[in-house]
């Protein structure tokens, strides 16, 4: 990036101020800042005492930073930094900014600046010898698809040929700028293709929506029923549908409660005989080889010796 730097003290103005209607609008954009941040309007007051003066002036910068209660460097440093800001005199009539980005120069931009040498002055930024006229190459200024393109102060003049830019200075000199159509200089609109559309020259057919009224479908139709692809597939027992559900629990339960009811105390089964009956002899007393409580008792028996046999 260049060095850009002041105008030789020979050209600088010895004071500047704002004119009336411009003190008016600058009261009036400081005070759309906060209390303490009046130095937010330091771009605003550049550039419209670039408009009035038709570039930005050392007298010009030290008024803003008095303005704004700010050092002069920290203005100046704005006024440096940004390209829009015309630190030297520039022609009064117009100011020719020629886009030199790629898009712009495989459309012939250098031929547009070997106009602007012809026809202005050899070098950029370097007014013509009436200070009507003045040029310079710029970066990209945004109208790509209407390459090749030129900025004259707030107005861009697209779609450009050499010839086409030729009336277009001559215009300006003779005072005529304003009459000069902007834009597009050829049959196109903005950024539209030019001539005639050659896309999209069939007629569209409406898109059917959900919303819209389905056809009905023919008797032949198969229906197809809807896929289960984002359903979760749980074999958990509690997600079986034949086992109880809470609605059927209360009358399960009431069915426990009775079953529970007709059961002895014991524990035992009603149908289990008593044990106390089981194996008793009529007065009560177990007899041998009887069971009692489900169990049986063996019989001992003694073996005879040989004396008690006799043998």
């Known amino acids: 990036m260049s060095v850009r730097r002041l105008a030789e003290d020979q050209v600088q103005p010895a004071a500047f101020a704002f004119s009336t209607d411009n003190a008016v609008w600058a009261e009036a954009t400081i005070r759309k800042y906060p209390e303490g941040r009046q130095q937010s309007a330091v771009i605003p007051l550049l550039m419209r005492a670039q408009e009035q003066d038709g570039w930005v002036t050392r007298a010009a910068i030290e008024f803003v930073a008095q303005k704004l209660d700010m050092p002069f460097i920290r203005v100046l440093e704005v006024a440096t930094f940004y390209t829009q800001f015309q630190l030297k005199p520039i022609g009064t009539r117009a100011h020719i900014q020629v886009c030199g980005t790629t898009p712009c120069m495989l459309r012939g931009s250098e031929a547009l600046m ?15 010898a009436s200070g009507t006229l003045s040029w310079e190459e710029v970066e990209c200024q945004g109208a790509c698809v209407n390459a090749p393109m030129v900025m ?19 215009a300006f000199e003779a005072g005529n700028g304003a009459d000069v ?15 005639a559309p ?20 023919p008797d032949a139709a198969v229906s197809v029923p809807p896929a289960d692809a984002g359903r979760p597939k749980d074999t958990a027992p509690e997600t ?28 035992t089964k009603a149908s289990d005989p008593d044990p106390k009956t089981v194996g008793s002899t009529a007065e009560g007393a177990p007899a041998e080889g009887s069971e009692i409580a489900g169990t049986a008792k063996p019989k001992r028996t003694r073996k005879k010796t040989t004396s008690e046999t006799g043998e």
């Open 114 to 128: 070997d106009v602007c040498r012809r026809k202005i002055h050899h070098d950029p930024l370097v007014q013509n």
């Open 152 to 170: 004259i102060f707030k107005d861009a003049y697209e779609d450009l040929t050499p010839e086409r830019l030729e009336e277009i200075i001559d």
């Open 181 to 195: 159509r902007t834009g597009p200089q050829i049959d196109r609109n903005t950024s539209a293709p030019e001539g």
């Open 198 to 217: 050659v896309t999209l020259t069939e007629e569209i057919r409406p898109v059917r929506t959900n919303l819209d009224a389905q056809p009905e479908a």
């Open 240 to 267: 079986d549908a034949s086992l109880k559900t809470p609605a059927t629990a209360p009358a399960a339960a009431e069915q426990n409660v009775k079953a529970a009811e007709a059961q002895p105390l014991s524990g």
